[in-house]
């Protein structure tokens, strides 16, 4: 069975392992800019669907995607499953969430 979540604490301990998971940030390039997880990439959820292909390299591999709390990336993961993403994980919490995780 595939996990789809993750916590934000469980990303932050992968991250200081120095793993460098494919991350996709789908807030507003304004919120990218004001705090943004190293090495994430930036599709807003409103692109998404036209911007698939961006992701296209990446579909048998493992995407974690967060927003600023954790509903608009359960919504892009959704997305990208209809797609046939096999292995699209949902940072719980989101930003806010990886802001307070030790």
């Known amino acids: 069975m595939i996990v789809t979540d993750i916590t934000a604490a469980e990303l932050k301990q992968r991250l200081a392992n120095n793993e460098t998971p494919i991350l996709l940030d789908v807030r507003e390039p304004w919120e990218h800019e004001e705090q943004s997880i190293a090495g994430s990439q930036l599709i807003p959820l409103g692109t998404l669907p036209e911007r698939i292909a961006d992701l296209e390299e990446y579909k048998d591999q493992e995407i974690l995607i967060h927003c600023r709390s954790g509903a608009r990336s359960a ?11 096999t292995n699209v994980r949902n940072v719980l919490g989101g930003i806010i969430a990886f802001n307070e995780a030790k």
């Open 75 to 85: 919504t892009a993961q959704a997305i990208l499953k209809q797609q046939g993403f």
